[in-house]
């Protein structure tokens, strides 16, 4: 009943770029998205080793064979003020951090260069271009989605079936397939090459295998792809 | 046995209601360790796609709704009246029916292993439209919708008797703001609970009536909206997170105070900071929805930002209560250490995926199971054996041998973190949560065996305790020595009795003049 899923992947399993992705994504929205990881992973970092300290220095410095007495106190109030009005102002920096960020990464040009249809269902996709140009996959098959180098595509998404959500780790960016609702969101791609693509939201039995690849191209070789009605293949 | 089950006392009730939430525990573990062994190595073929979606299914859903949620509420079936001085709960009826409602409940959903296309295998989100086409038509769905029927009803009840126990059952002296912080934590979850477990019921009513008859709730093809699933659902689902969280941060702070000497560091803040939490939760449900692409990000986002603010005041409470205290450190305060080490990077990766741009990458990958996991699991489920270990004496008038608890509590919190730690770098490396099989690429591989190892560290951990259990009861029925009144010296009025309680919990009330009933009587 399982699929052999060495035969799979093996043939393009190792080409993937791995590992690089937070530090170097592949897309316009996925760098502006990482300058919001970086300050969240610092803010993180920082509030983490500090309560860390705190915890730490109070069980080494007040363990019973160092302190056998304890002080019996029950508040300090202007401590308690302070620690109610430093993370608020913390997070109220967090917020305006978010919206510098997400207000890019959701914008939908009213005109845009490319658009790309992207049908998901169980389990794997459909990718209609500009010409009537269609592809469709099959769970042992996953399709490839084309995209043109430097130019912002649209993805007009929608699901045929259940709730799916369309991932590309590299762009860092996933957004929810929804049937009867059409999602529309633009990728810029920065960088050719070859990226992993997979369904996020668990959509059944074979949930794991809704794989799919995205290969962006130089302009004119997607020119091409859709000139010639997707007979050659860049 | 007969006793058992026809009691309404609300201690055996409460004992009733762990144990049948730590067998719940151990099933759900088994399965836990199931998927582990499935993601071992990349591809592999131990587990089908079927199975391991059964199994990742129940998993979650016998954590949530039977085990960290019910355990909460049991315990304090157990506390609430010894902590506030009463003989019983205000219905102690009501008490057992949900009880009972609640034990039916478990054996229903777990008995879909036995049905014809297996238990329900659309996770414990069981999103529509999922739930109702292929797979999410067997009848193990229809059992998981029935259990969770149950267990919703039967949680609403026990809330209802706990707020109107804690309101109305106070001995005289036991003012408001002397009742324990636990008490307190009760009453917002109990408040959460009553606000947000009726829209499960309707969610699940709802999904019922698609199921079998013939509505269109969630069904796009007839006008009906996929998103409409997801907001009942989560309307009910973030509150839940702080059901399964409140009472133990409510466990945290009596363990923390009664192992340090010192009264807890700002009650009057830590009270704020708890209906704080639980009024916030209630207006960010849609952050489950951020890549949905159909709920107002920026509203959510900064609800979700705010609910950091009260969560971190409960963190310098407690430090502040361990601050120039006495710091003793048996089983119970390491697990109660343990969890604000777990609990405090569940709760800073979750003011990372409050922001939506984070959240377009890392939801539904192995960096939300990781955050997940860090506060249900490293947090609530640590403090749910500082629990164990602190009120054990009083529950059953033995107490765990403290050598093997340390090694309990020092395995767990390796294997904790040997299993999760690497999951947060697996979501960035694109893997994506509910998947039974993954490629050879990147490390996922390595990540993923290293994981399983800590599993098994982590498994043994709870193998010693029930081991402590075991031969600490036996040896306790050997010697024959009871336990004393108050071997830790709490400081609330369940350590004023003896160990375990006489069945109106107290031969006689200490004066209650003060938060620390109990140090007033050893001190005058």
Redesign the interface.
Do not use: Q
């Given at each position: 009943m399982l699929p052999d899923a060495t035969i799979f992947y093996a043939p393009y399993g190792y080409r993937f770029e791995t590992m690089r992705w937070l530090l170097d994504p592949a897309s316009v929205q996925g760098v502006t998205m990482r300058g919001d990881w970086y300050v969240f992973l610092i803010a993180a970092a920082c509030v983490g080793l500090f309560v860390y300290g705190c915890i730490f220095w109070c069980i080494f410095a007040y363990r019973r064979s160092r302190n056998p007495q304890p002080a019996q106190f029950s508040g300090n109030k202007p401590l308690e003020v302070l620690y109610v009005v430093i993370p608020l102002l913390i997070v109220i920096g967090l917020f305006i951090v978010t919206m510098i960020a997400e207000i890019p990464v959701d914008r939908v040009a009213a005109d845009p260069a490319n658009k790309v249809g992207v049908i998901a269902f169980r389990w794997s996709w459909r990718f209609d271009y500009p010409g009537g140009i269609t592809t469709i996959g099959t769970p042992f098959a996953p399709p490839t989605l084309y995209l043109p180098l430097r130019e912002a595509t649209e993805i007009d998404l929608t699901s045929a079936d259940v709730t799916h959500s369309f991932w590309v780790p590299a762009f860092l960016f996933k957004r929810d397939a929804i049937p009867g609702m059409q999602n529309l969101f633009a990728i810029t791609p920065t960088r050719v090459g070859t990226f992993r693509g997979r369904c996020a939201q668990f959509c059944g039995l074979d949930h794991a295998l809704m794989t799919f690849q995205v290969k962006v191209v130089p302009d004119p070789a997607y020119e091409r792809f859709i000139a010639s009605r997707g007979v050659e293949v860049p | 046995m007969i006793e058992w089950m026809t009691t309404t006392d609300h201690k055996k009730i409460g004992i009733m209601y762990m144990v049948a939430t730590m067998t719940f525990f151990v099933i759900a573990g088994i399965l836990a360790m199931l998927i582990r062994a499935q993601l071992a190595r990349p591809?592999n073929?131990f587990l089908?796609?079927?199975a391991y979606?059964q199994i990742f299914t129940l998993h979650g859903t016998a954590m949530i709704f039977f085990v960290i949620a019910p355990f909460g509420l049991g315990l304090a079936n157990f506390l609430v009246p010894l902590q506030i001085g009463a003989p019983d709960v205000a219905y102690p009826r009501l008490n057992a029916t949900a009880f009972w409602m609640f034990a039916l409940a478990g054996i229903v959903v777990f008995s879909g292993f036995a049905m014809y296309g297996g238990a329900a295998?659309?996770?414990w989100t069981a999103?529509a439209?999922?739930s109702e086409?292929?797979?999410?038509t067997g009848a193990g769905q229809d059992l998981w919708l029935l259990g969770l029927l149950l267990a919703s009803v039967s949680t609403i009840l026990t809330a209802l008797n706990l707020i109107v126990t804690i309101f109305l059952f106070r001995a005289p002296g036991m003012t408001m703001w002397r009742i324990p912080i636990f008490e307190w934590e009760i009453v917002a979850t109990a408040v959460l609970i009553l606000m947000a477990f009726p829209s499960l019921t309707a969610v699940l009513a709802m999904l019922l009536i698609d199921r079998h008859l013939g509505g269109h709730f969630f069904d796009?093809?007839f006008g009906?909206?996929?998103?409409l699933y997801q907001h009942l659902f989560w309307f009910f689902g973030h509150p839940e997170v702080y059901v399964m969280i409140l009472p133990y941060f409510g466990i945290i702070t009596e363990v923390v105070a009664t192992f340090?000497?010192?009264?807890?560091?700002?009650?009057?803040?830590l009270v704020i900071a708890a209906f704080a939490i639980a009024g916030l939760s209630i207006g960010v449900w849609a952050h489950h929805m951020f890549?949905?692409?159909?709920v107002n990000?920026?509203f959510f986002?900064?609800v979700s930002?705010?609910i950091?603010?009260p969560t971190?005041?409960k963190?310098?409470n407690w430090?502040?209560t361990?601050?120039?205290?006495?710091?003793?450190?048996s089983t119970p305060m390491l697990f109660a250490?343990g969890f604000?080490?777990n609990f405090?990077?569940g709760g800073?990766?979750g003011?990372?995926l409050?922001?939506?741009?984070?959240d377009?990458?890392a939801?539904?990958?192995y960096f939300i199971v990781n955050h997940f996991h860090y506060t249900l699991a490293g947090g609530s489920m640590f403090a749910l054996f500082a629990a164990l270990y602190f009120w054990f004496p009083k529950m059953f008038g033995v107490r765990l041998n403290e050598t093997l608890g340390k090694w309990c509590f020092a395995l767990m919190f390796a294997g904790f973190n040997v299993t999760f730690i690497p999951m947060a770098f697996m979501g960035?490396?694109?893997m994506?949560?509910?998947?039974?099989?993954?490629?050879?690429?990147?490390?996922l591989g390595l990540l993923n065996a290293i994981a399983t190892g800590g599993s098994v560290i982590l498994a043994i951990g709870v193998m010693v305790f029930f081991a402590d259990v075991a031969t600490s009861v036996f040896a306790a029925a050997r010697r024959r020595v009871p336990v004393a009144a108050n071997p830790w010296g709490g400081y609330s009025l369940e350590w004023a009795t003896t160990s375990p309680p006489p069945e109106f919990n107290f031969e006689e009330l200490p004066p209650i003049r003060s938060r620390r009933p109990v140090l007033d009587t050893v001190n005058s």
């Open positions: - | 591809e073929d089908s796609a079927h979606n295998a659309t996770g999103y439209p999922l086409i292929a797979e999410g796009p093809a009906g909206n996929p998103i340090s000497r010192k009264p807890v560091f700002g009650y009057v803040g890549t949905t692409g159909a990000n920026p986002s900064a930002f705010l950091a603010v971190g005041v963190f310098v430090i502040g361990m601050w120039k205290g006495s710091i003793e450190f250490v604000m080490l405090l990077i800073i990766t003011v990372m409050a922001s939506p741009p984070i377009y990458d939801h539904d990958s960035l490396e694109g994506a949560r509910r998947v039974y099989t993954y490629p050879n690429i990147a490390h």
